[in-house]
C-alpha cells in the first residue's frame, strides 16, 4: 500500500535571502525596484510565475511604470521571500493569501516559524545523509551494518520518498504537526512492526478485490475491507479519527496517484473503497 505522507525541501537560491536582506538594509538610502524579469531572475522563479501572483492577487507590484510595466520595491521583495517561503513549507497560494494578507500577521515572528520548521527538515536530511554514507560504506566493506542500523537507514529513505510524492497533499489536508508525527512513527517501528503493517496493506488490497465482486460497498466484505484499512492506519496515525478516515478515503479518490493505487485491484476500486470507508465511518449522509 502507499505511505502517503510529506514536502520538498527548502532550494531556492540562497542569494535571493541575502540579497533581499541587503535591500532592507539600504532602503533608506537606495530606492530599489525591480521589473517582473529581473525580480523573476533574483528571486530564481519565472516571470510567469510572478504575473500569475499579480493576477490572483497575492503579489501586487508597487506601482507601474509609465510605460505599463510592474515595478516592483522592498516591500514586495520581501513579500515574495514570504511567499517562497510558505511554499517550500508546502502551503498552498490561497492559504498563503490569507496569511500574508492578515492584519495580524507579523513578519518576524513568521520568520522565526520559517526558520524552525526548516532547522527540523535539516535534521531529518542530516540524519538520511548519515544513513546513507553508512551503507554505503558498509557496502564497500569499510564497517559492518547491524541489520537495525539498515533498517533505520530504509525508514529514513522511506520517509523522504513519501515527502517528496505525497507530501504536499498531505500537509495541506492534515497539518504538518500529524504528519510529522507520523514520520516520527516510521521512525520508531520495529521491522516486525513494520512488517504487520505491510502484510496488512497486502490484505486490504485483497479483501477490496473479493469485495467488488460482491459489488456492494456496505456488504460484509467490503466492510471487513474498510476495517482491516483501519488496522493499517493505526500504524501510521497515533490517533484515529473517523473523521480523517473518511477524509483520506476522499483523497484516494482526488488524486490520481492514488486512484490508480488502488484502480489496479479492479478499475473503480478506489471510489468503491471510499464509499465503503465512509460507511464505515458513518460519513455517508454527511
Not at 469485495?211 to 482491516?228: S, T
Not at 490520481?256 to 471510489?271: I, L, M, N, S, T
Amino acid at each position: 500500500m502507499k505511505r502517503a505522507l510529506g514536502s520538498p525541501f527548502f532550494h531556492f537560491p540562497l542569494y535571493f535571502d541575502v540579497a533581499s536582506r541587503c535591500i532592507v538594509i539600504h532602503r533608506e538610502v537606495r530606492n530599489i525596484e525591480y521589473t517582473v524579469h529581473e525580480l523573476a531572475k533574483l528571486a530564481g522563479v519565472t516571470s510567469r510565475t510572478l504575473r500569475y501572483y499579480d493576477q490572483i492577487g497575492l503579489l501586487k507590484p508597487a506601482r507601474l511604470s509609465d510605460a505599463g510595466y510592474r515595478l516592483y520595491g522592498p516591500r514586495e521583495v520581501d513579500r515574495l521571500q514570504q511567499i517562497l517561503f510558505y511554499r517550500e513549507l508546502g502551503v498552498d497560494l490561497e492559504t498563503i493569501k490569507q496569511i500574508i494578507h492578515s492584519p495580524s500577521f507579523d513578519e518576524l515572528k513568521a520568520l522565526r516559524e520559517h526558520r524552525q520548521q526548516l532547522l527540523e527538515k535539516r535534521r531529518h536530511l542530516d540524519a538520511l545523509i548519515a544513513s546513507v554514507e553508512q551503507t554505503i560504506a558498509a557496502k564497500e566493506g569499510g564497517i559492518s551494518m547491524s541489520d537495525e542500523e539498515k533498517f533505520a537507514a530504509f525508514k529514513e529513505q522511506l520517509v523522504e520518498e513519501n515527502e517528496r510524492k505525497y507530501g504536499e497533499e498531505i500537509r495541506q489536508k492534515y497539518g504538518d504537526e500529524q504528519v510529522d508525527r507520523s514520520n516520527d512513527r516510521l521512525r520508531k517501528m520495529t521491522k516486525e512492526q513494520f512488517d504487520e503493517a505491510e502484510r496488512l496493506s497486502q490484505e486490504v488490497l485483497e479483501a477490496l478485490k473479493e469485495a467488488m465482486q460482491d459489488g456492494d460497498p456496505a456488504g460484509e466484505a467490503a466492510q471487513r475491507a474498510a476495517d482491516l484499512h483501519r488496522q493499517w492506519l493505526c500504524f501510521w496515525w497515533d490517533h484515529y479519527s473517523k473523521e480523517a478516515h473518511a477524509g483520506l478515503a476522499r483523497l484516494y479518490v482526488e488524486d490520481e496517484r492514488f486512484k490508480a493505487y488502488y484502480d489496479q485491484v479492479h478499475p473503480g476500486a478506489a471510489e468503491f473503497l471510499k464509499e465503503a470507508i465512509w460507511i464505515y465511518t458513518g460519513m455517508k449522509d454527511r
